[in-house]
Nanobody
Framework: QVQLVESGGGLVEPGGSLRLSCAAS????????MRWHRQAPGKERELVATITNTGGNTNYADSVKGRFTISRDNAKNTVYLQMNSLKPEDTAVYYCNALSVFQNYWGQGTQVTVSS
């Protein structure tokens, strides 16, 4: 059974950090580009970060560049999103996504709330 399970979300104060994890099962993430998206209430889903299947290239939305880092551990079949200097506008549900030419898998999301 194919699954992506996100974890690591929660409530954090502005300026704080969180590390999200996305654990895959039923397939190997080494064959997929992996992406993190987020969706805030009343807003469209936004692509936040992308990493190629080898981890050699990453891309970020301008809104998170310099604060967020996407990484992957193919041996653990897991992808991460390190989020630093968090702002209230980073509050959203964060989704993990595995993408190839033939497949497009999504996790169920994890809530991140940045508030004092």
């Amino acid at each position: 059974q194919v699954q992506l399970v996100e974890s690591g979300g929660g409530l954090v104060e502005p300026g704080g950090s969180l590390r999200l994890s996305c654990a895959a099962s039923g397939f190997s993430v080494s064959r997929y580009a992996m992406r993190w998206h987020r969706q805030a209430p009343g807003k469209e889903r936004e692509l936040v970060a992308t990493i190629t299947n080898t981890g050699g290239n990453t891309n970020y939305a301008d809104s998170v560049k310099g604060r967020f880092t996407i990484s992957r551990d193919n041996a653990k079949n897991t992808v991460y999103l390190q989020m630093n200097s968090l702002k209230p506008e980073d509050t959203a549900v964060y989704y993990c996504n595995a993408l190839s030419v033939f497949q497009n898998y999504w996790g169920q999301g994890t809530q991140v709330t940045v508030s004092s």
